[in-house]
């Protein structure tokens, strides 16, 4: 495990915590038999190996723990706390569940809770500091509402709408939705419209757009803003690679 230093004859280490929502709850795990505050409820992580960087600790440890994957996102301020013989510095992530349903692998058990149900559990001084900066971060009430201002780039979650072509809702405010469209060469999508603003850009590939009365031939660098209710459709004269803006949020897509 990765020691930061000696304070004071503590021995001070890494521990990372993972915030994973699912529906407004998050989850919690129980600490197994025999170890340090037995029985004690935590956000599931670890301590950080040699080597190993506060993502990849928390990666491993969700896997090792409750065999999910999650992708780690904006962190909490950490919080710092000392026991008799050891400093303990936690950094709480805000985590994106990805894949797997959680198992007790290595804890007693693991709990779905809202926030407000966070402090009637028995839990370590260190997670009743992260969870009292918590309660007082609007980003953070934001994001258990599923809004992420930040999002990092991975291959998982793209669904399909339409033969030739993946989609994938990447982030959301309020009032508008940035989404992510892998189109293959030859795939047409067809004529529709909808209640949305639609602005877009091509990344890669070619593409030809037609409304009513146009024809767009997009080339990589070239974009779009199509009004509310437009009819449209597009076909892809290249593999191609889009990211498209919707206002309002399409929820379909979430």
């Known amino acids: 495990m990765e020691r930061v230093r000696n304070d004071g004859g503590r021995q001070r280490f890494r521990v990372t915590a993972g915030l994973v929502r699912k529906n407004g709850k998050l989850l919690v795990s129980k600490r197994r038999k025999g170890s340090h505050l037995e029985g004690f409820w935590e956000f599931p992580g670890g301590k950080q190996e040699r080597g190993e960087s506060l993502s990849e600790c928390l990666e491993r440890e969700l896997r090792e723990e409750l065999g999910i994957s999650v992708m780690v996102g904006p962190g909490v301020t950490p919080v710092l706390h000392d026991y008799a013989l050891v400093r303990v510095v936690l950094y709480g992530f805000c985590c994106t569940w990805l894949k797997g349903e959680p198992e007790a692998l290595e804890c007693q058990e693991f709990r779905w809770v809202a926030l407000s149900e966070l402090m009637d559990l028995k839990l ?50 309020e009032k508008t939705h940035m989404c992510e469209f892998m189109i293959d060469g030859g795939s047409e999508i067809p004529e529709h419209s909808h209640p949305h603003e639609q602005t ?51 929820k379909e897509y979430l």
Do not use: C
């Open 124 to 173: 370590p001084p260190p997670d009743i500091k992260i969870i009292k900066k918590l309660f007082n971060s609007k980003i953070f009430q934001e994001w258990m509402k599923g809004k992420d201002m930040f999002y990092k780039k991975n291959s998982e979650g793209y669904s399909s709408p339409v033969k030739g072509v993946r989609l994938k809702s990447l982030t959301n405010g």
């Open 200 to 250: 877009g850009y091509l990344v890669s590939g070619k593409l030809t757009l037609i409304t009513e009365d146009q024809r767009f031939d997009a080339e990589p660098g070239d974009s779009w803003s199509i009004p509310e209710n437009v009819p449209h459709s597009a076909t892809a004269i290249n593999d191609s690679v889009i990211v498209e803006v919707f206002s309002p949020v399409r």
